[in-house]
């Protein structure tokens, strides 16, 4: 939390719906979403992929229903793991009505092109039915074809019409329980998209940039693209698309929410680029402590600085810090405050140990918050 006002995001006014457990829109927090690449008729294969998406934070996960292995599969995922799952649903109208029968807690489906209104209308019964939202997933390049007609090309303006066209579907049959996303892998398309679509209404977005590429790339695209949308107060919830896998994609989308001061989890190691001047290896260092302090959930900021340029200022702004010294010797920070020193052969073992003894405190401090509100709640409850 910042109480700088030039660190202020104002976010849009959206309307709120649920996925499963999740809140999307309004003032819930912005969620983290990847999508499985396993075949989903192999659900332990599945299943063992979320698992590992959810130690990374995830907190909603999409799996693709071609066929009727997968919606079969659909109800032993749903169980097994701790996230909402999302059907990734095309054209066909039964997979989504199969999909909501299995649990699935939201059906990702555009409704235009699911066949009559017939067919809307029983999809719309199953979500309603069985708790599922739905998220309208309109991408640049499956463009319909009367408005690749009418656009003569793929553009903001043919994004935004095919979403409300879709939505229009849903609404017909008053159905309010939706998300939208307008995604594109090119990035001026789909920023320009999500700003006309957030002023052409207010229902939850689904922010990301298709097809971004690789681990490397693909970051830098969708860092580019969703941060400018997220700075800007659009997006409700997000996935990184990046050929990479499924927990890759997570920890991208919580470097860039954090980033912006818009959540917080995990240890944030702000250090610097390294230099002559560096009192220690620098780089390696980092790459150590990033390995061994994934596990922290608990929100905590390291910096890491190689000589006293920049150190001492940096460690008045973390929770921890660590400064370059000469000979080996290596001032460590506590709140801002200079506190003791460190050598270059225990410094790592030594950083991981404040840091895990830091996340232990903050994570009584929760647990005992958690039990005095639940104490609190059945306190009402018993004297009504």
Known sequence: MSYRPYQQIERRKSRQIRV????????APITVQTMTNTLTSDAEATIAQIRLSEVA???IVRVS?????STKALAEIVREVN?????DIHFHYRRAIEAAKA??????????NI????RVKEVVKAAKDYGCSIRIGVNAGSLEKHLLEKYGEPNPEALVESALWHADHLLQNDFHEFKISVKASDVFLAVAAYQQLADACDHPLHIGITEAGGKRTGTVKSSVGLGSLLWAGIGDTMRVSLSAEPAE??????????????????VKIISCPSCARQGFD?????????ERLAHVVQPISLSIIGCVVNGPGEALMTDIGLTGGGAGKHMIYSTGKQDHTTDTDAMVEHLVGLVEARAAILQAEADAKKAAEEAQKQAILAAE
């Open 65 to 69: 229903c071609p066929d009727e292995e």
């Open 83 to 87: 996230v909402p799952i999302v059907a």
């Open 103 to 112: 649990g699935a807690a939201c059906l990702r489906i555009n409704p235009g």
């Open 282 to 290: 620098v780089i390696r260092t980092v790459e150590k402590l990033e």
């Open 57 to 59: 934070g995830v907190d």
């Open 249 to 266: 994609e997570v920890a991208v989308g919580w470097d860039i929410l954090k980033s912006l001061h818009l959540r917080h989890r995990g």
């Open 115 to 118: 066949g009559s209104a017939e």
């Open 20 to 27: 499963g457990k999740v809140l999307v829109g309004g003032d």
